[in-house]
């Protein structure tokens, strides 16, 4: 079953400018995760935001999560022409690793 | 940095096939993942395995098994191939402590006509 589903399902923005993309899930969850896929390759791990976080930064990334809405966002800052991939949120309820993603947001920067 | 390899890049199969698609990870993670990847429906978990010779079936079981005789080598098997699995298969591994962060393979893009 499909956990989180981001929006905007796309996104096109200018080089310098933000980029912000949603995530709602449906359960209980122990942590979410973001990740990245350039171009139809592998995913690869962002940020990770436990359940009692509600901000959490990494570079030009910020991370917001709202237990009680059920969401998350993810802001890329200053964004660049390699920042040009497809988004996926994930969420864990456990500390396995099994995660269920959504279907991801395909952002492209020109620029 | 953690390396998962998938052994192939891109699979032409036909119909009826029976398909193996292998997957070996250098860190010596315990949990190893299979998911598939399709347009507008995101990643789904296929199979998962939390140690040698052990395997639960993920979201989407029916049609696949999977083989884990050695930690770092986990294969998806399509038993007979059907064109209704036609998709990107992603290989994930990470470690049984503080393995909520999955690191992946590259895909195998497998095209089964």
């Known amino acids: 079953s499909q956990q989180g589903e981001e929006d905007p399902q796309a996104l096109s923005i200018q080089e310098g400018e933000n980029a912000t993309m949603n995530c709602s899930y449906k359960?209980?969850?122990?942590?979410l995760q973001w990740y990245r896929q350039n171009s139809g390759r592998g995913l690869v791990h962002l940020i990770l935001?436990?359940?009692?976080?509600r901000e959490k930064h990494s570079g030009r990334l910020r991370v917001t999560l709202d237990t009680s809405k059920k969401s998350s966002s993810l802001l890329i800052t200053a964004s660049r022409a390699a920042d040009t991939a497809s988004y996926f949120c994930?969420?864990?309820?456990?500390?396995?690793?099994?995660?269920?993603f959504g279907a991801g947001t395909q952002v492209v920067v020109t620029p | 940095d953690v390396k998962v390899t998938q052994s192939s890049r891109y699979l032409v199969k036909r119909t009826g096939e029976k398909v193996f698609l292998e997957c070996v990870q250098d860190?010596?993670?315990?949990?190893m993942f299979w998911y598939r990847q399709d347009p507008g429906l995101g990643l789904r978990l296929i199979y998962f395995?939390?140690?040698?010779?052990?395997?639960e079936k993920g979201d989407i079981p029916e049609g696949y098994s999977v083989s884990r005789e050695k930690k770092e080598r986990f294969s998806l098997i399509l038993e007979s191939a059907s064109t209704n699995q036609t998709s990107m298969y992603l290989c994930?591994?990470?470690?049984?402590?503080?393995?909520?962060?999955?690191?992946f393979g590259s895909g195998t893009q497998l095209s089964v006509l």
């Open positions: 994930a591994s990470s470690p049984r402590v503080g393995g909520e962060k999955l690191f």
């Open positions: 359960t209980s969850i122990n942590n």
């Open positions: 935001i436990r359940s009692n976080e």
């Open positions: 994930a969420t864990g309820a456990d500390s396995w690793g099994k995660l269920q």
């Open positions: 860190m010596d993670h315990e949990n």
């Open positions: 395995s939390y140690d040698v010779k052990m395997k």
